[in-house]
């Protein structure tokens, strides 16, 4: 059955002043007949006067007709623009439907917000939900205006906008909107939809809407954002307080007013993590941040050590492994304020108002690195449980990225260390050349690489320069230029032409890789080898993979010594050439790895240019040049080490080496040993006369009784005396034991003995024995 209901209009004086259709349907009378005229000429009996004292009652009406219509009439107040009483509006119904049917419960015990307005935006109808959000009962807010009952706000003004546009044209509109409520203490997200409310003819006489309080899933949203955005946000170096940092710029202050992030000192360090004890923990605050400017609330500056007892909220996360949420009120959270305030009494003004804490540790791999302490002091809402899951969330991402960079500062500290004690620490040693080198790590994520070199004394007053550089960051890279520097010192010592040097360190690398597949990449490498004599002032180099060295002349003329650069370490079975240039003495070569002249976007050959420019500029020493070089050809973020060898040429005159040629008979070994005498009182070495005349006398009678013509003795004086005999055989001597009646046997021994080192070296046409011996102090 449908249902009817009157509504009338009366001013102050009981005239009416507007009639509803319900009210024509129900009384007969129309609103013409109506209007203007006293209610109480409509009146069949008197109310009775509690009925108009509760304005509230069942009142009789005459019909049109004449006949009585009983009604249940409620009455509201209805107020003028100063507050006065200006009038009624009555609602009325017949006596059998005054009570509510299942669609007036069902709008009466709704959840969500529900009224009806009219078109003039003026309250009709609220449920017992939207009294409860504007905080008044219902019969206060009929007949008045929207905006009478709300702030003037923006917020306010929009929504207002909204009912407007409804009952304007009739389209129903949904949208979502983060505001507060009269009778709500903070900001809630509202679902809001608004239709139209038609008549009979489709004439829109309201407008209804529903507000869904959609918090919760709003502040659900809102936490999966930030996860979302800390995914993206924190952990982009490899930088322990980078990391924390970025850690309180995704806290602050969307989900807290204050924040820090404080570690353990190993943290910072190399150190392995020691165990907990329930006594106080020391944490070292690395980052900390808050909405006011200066982070004022901060009872520890940053870098500064605290000691949390066993009872503050921070220990007993870090103790107990899980969140730890604490409120105004609690006694923990009251002797933890009550703590700061003493540790940093200036700071107090800006603590007040805190009433809701959480400590969160920060775990990574089944270790505790430290604890998050988030506080709200401007935000309302206490810290929930669904709080408490995200920051655990967030914190477990946070520790992962934290651990990542203790663990790559770690290793790099280990590469670092590692590098240092296998490159050279001192140069000295040889006279051949004057050197300088410098070593810079890229800042990469990647971390250190395998860049290396080496200046190697060889014998002849000869000197090797050693630059190379092994594929691929970290330990491992490190560990893999450690093994070639050793295998590169050893080749040397056997005194090898660079590209068969070149060869055995291919063979090398290539076994290593064999050894371990997973590591074939990291056992990649590059490698440029020269030796340089000062005697011939000729460079002779041998390069695999590896960059051409420049050279300065000593007119100021600059080039890159063009070569052949030859496969990478590792490949197999592909040659190397090696290559011969003479230099005048006081030239430049400066050996350097790839990343001095490779970057992303950067031209390799404008680089080169830039270096070859870098090395003719004036400097006091080759230390200060190599700093010049660095600074012009690097850019200010390299990706990758770094090594630079700088060498100037030196020569030895015609008269620090003198020469014999030996006939093959053993008659002229006292000759020989005489002339290299009497060459030694011409340089004023008398004091090494003994020992040099032994060893050429021993040198010399085994090339003659084992070797082969032609034979040669050559004195070199430099820092020490060498001495080399050469033959044409290329059978190589070695140290034997002789017995006790032995004729023979002994001479090498003997050389051995009486001199710093000795060796031999194969040249083109035999072999070479040399010894050296220091000289006696000037």
Not at 668 to 686: C, I, M, P, S
Request: glycine share 8%; charged share 25%; with cysteine.
């Amino acid at each position: 059955m449908e249902r009817v209901c009157a509504v009338a209009v009366l001013d102050a004086q009981a005239v009416v002043k507007g009639w509803s259709e319900g009210a024509r349907r129900l009384t007969g009378h129309t609103a013409e007949e109506v209007v203007g005229r006293p209610a109480r000429d409509l009146l069949a009996e008197e109310p009775s006067p509690a009925d108009l004292a509760a304005l509230t009652g069942t009142v009789t009406l005459r019909h049109r007709d004449g006949s009585q219509v009983p009604l249940v009439l409620r009455a509201y107040l209805v107020l003028a623009a100063d507050g006065e009483p200006d009038g009624y509006m009555l609602t009325g119904e017949p006596p059998g439907d005054q009570r509510p049917d299942l669609g007036e419960r069902a709008f009466q015990q709704a959840s969500m917000s529900m009224s009806v307005l009219d078109t003039d935006q003026r309250y009709l109808r609220l449920n017992g939900a939207a009294c409860q959000v504007m905080g008044v009962p219902e019969d206060v807010l009929i007949g008045r205006d929207f905006l009478e009952t709300v702030e003037d706000a923006e917020h306010s003004r929009g929504f207002h906008w909204h009912l407007r546009k409804v009952a304007e044209t009739g389209v129903p509109v949904r949208y979502e909107s983060f505001t507060g409520a009269p009778a709500l203490n903070r900001e809630h997200a509202w679902s809001i939809e608004m239709w139209p409310v038609r008549d009979d003819s489709g004439v829109v006489r309201g407008t209804a809407l529903a507000a869904f309080d959609s918090s919760d899933q709003y502040r659900a949203r809102q936490r999966l954002a930030l996860l979302n955005e800390a995914a993206a946000a924190i952990g982009t170096t490899l930088d322990v307080v980078r990391t924390a940092e970025e850690v309180i710029g995704i806290v602050v202050p969307r989900f807290a007013d204050f924040a820090s992030v404080d570690l353990f000192d190993w943290v910072l360090g190399a150190e392995e993590p020691p165990a907990l004890s329930g006594t106080d923990i020391a944490l070292r605050r690395v980052a900390h941040g808050s909405g006011t400017e200066g982070t004022p609330e901060a009872a520890v500056h940053l870098g500064e050590v605290d000691f949390y007892p066993p009872f503050s909220p921070p220990a007993r996360a870090i103790l107990e492994g899980r969140v730890m949420q604490s409120q105004a009120g609690d006694p923990a959270f009251i002797r933890w304020v009550a703590e700061r305030n003493a540790r940093a009494p200036e700071g107090r003004p800006h603590r007040v108002g805190a009433h809701s804490m959480m400590a969160v540790p920060l775990r990574a791999r089944g270790i505790t690195l430290g604890v998050a302490v988030a506080v709200r002091i401007r935000q309302p809402d206490e810290y929930g449980e669904d709080d408490a899951v995200f920051a655990e969330e967030l914190a477990s991402r946070a520790a992962v990225c934290i651990d990542n960079a203790r663990r790559f500062a770690r290793e790099r500290t280990t590469a670092l260390a590692l590098q240092h004690n296998l490159l050279p620490r001192g140069l000295s040693g040889q006279a051949a050349v004057e050197v300088a080198h410098r070593y810079r790590p890229s800042g990469s994520q990647a971390g250190i690489g395998g860049d290396w070199f080496d200046v190697i004394p060889l014998s002849g007053g000869r000197v090797a320069l050693v630059v190379g550089d092994v594929v691929g960051h970290g330990i491992p890279s490190s560990a893999t230029m450690g093994r070639l520097c050793t295998a590169v010192r050893t080749l040397a010592d056997v005194d090898l032409p660079p590209d068969e040097l070149l060869t055995h360190l291919d063979d090398l690398v290539t076994h290593l890789a064999g050894d371990d597949r997973d590591e074939v990449a990291e056992l990649g490498a590059t490698c440029l080898y020269s030796v340089y004599d000062p005697v011939t002032r000729r460079l002779s180099l041998a390069a695999a993979g590896h960059p051409p060295p420049a050279l300065v002349l000593p007119d100021g003329t600059t080039q890159v010594i063009e070569m052949s650069a030859g496969p990478p370490l590792g490949v197999g079975g592909l040659p190397f050439e090696a290559m011969e240039v003479e230099l005048p003495e006081g030239s430049l070569v400066a050996l350097y790895t790839d990343g001095l002249i490779e970057d992303r976007d950067r031209d390799i050959d404008h680089a080169i240019a830039e270096l070859c420019h870098a090395l003719t500029a004036p400097a006091e020493s080759l230390d200060a040049l190599c700093d010049t070089v660095l600074k012009a050809v690097l850019p200010e973020d390299p990706s990758d080490d770094v090594a630079l060898l700088l060498a100037r040429t030196r020569a030895l005159g015609a008269d620090r080496i003198a020469t014999w040629d030996v006939l093959p008979d053993p008659e002229h070994v006292a000759a020989t040993r005489q002339a290299a005498t009497d060459q030694l009182t011409a340089w004023g070495l008398d004091e090494a006369s003994f020992v040099t005349e032994l060893v050429v006398s021993e040198l010399v009678t085994n090339a003659i009784r084992y070797g082969a013509p032609p034979i040669q003795l050559r004195l070199i004086r430099d820092r020490t005396l060498i001495c080399e005999v050469s033959d044409g055989s290329s059978t190589s001597p070695h140290l034997r034991r002789a017995h006790a009646y032995d004729e023979g046997g002994r001479g090498l021994l003997l050389v051995a003995q009486l001199t710093r080192r000795w060796g031999s070296r194969q040249t083109g046409s035999g072999k070479t024995i040399w010894a050296e011996q220091p000289l006696p102090p000037v």
